[in-house]
Nanobody
Framework: QLQLVESGGGSVQAGGSLRLSCVVS????????MGWFRQTPGKEREGVAA???????VYADSVKGRLTISQDNAKLTLYLQMSSLKPEDTAIYYC???????????????????WGQGTQVTVSS
């Protein structure tokens, strides 16, 4: 079983920055894609960004230019650098891992079988 543990969430004012981290318990050959999702009460989990093994990335339009996904394969760690944060970025952020590719389904949370427990990000105006 693969375990993912997020950290780095917190409270920040609009325009501020945060960096989220997600540590993976072990290398798993069945994982080709890792992503960040977020969820607010009453809404479906939303894809924020994803990265594949080659380092290619994709972003939701709402976060392009403000959020950056990256990975350190040696440390088995996924990152999400968040800048110019807005109140609408407030959510629980989850990291996820799966066997998919950076196709049109990258933001479909059903494509990811492995999930972290989530970390809260709150942006105040």
């Amino acid at each position: 079983q693969l375990q993912l543990v997020e950290s780095g969430g917190g409270s920040v004012q609009a325009g501020g920055s945060l960096r989220l981290s997600c540590v993976v318990s072990r290398y798993f050959s069945g994982v080709f894609l890792m992503g960040w999702f977020r969820q607010t009460p009453g809404k479906e989990r939303e894809g924020v960004a994803a990265i594949d093994r080659s380092g290619s990335t994709v972003y939701a339009d709402s976060v392009k230019g403000r959020l950056t996904i990256s990975q350190d394969n040696a440390k088995l760690t996924l990152y999400l650098q968040m800048s110019s944060l807005k109140p609408e970025d407030t959510a629980i952020y989850y990291c996820a891992a799966g066997p998919g590719i950076l196709g049109r389904d990258w933001s479909n949370h059903r494509m990811y079988p492995y999930w972290g427990q989530g970390t809260q990000v709150t942006v105040s105006s």
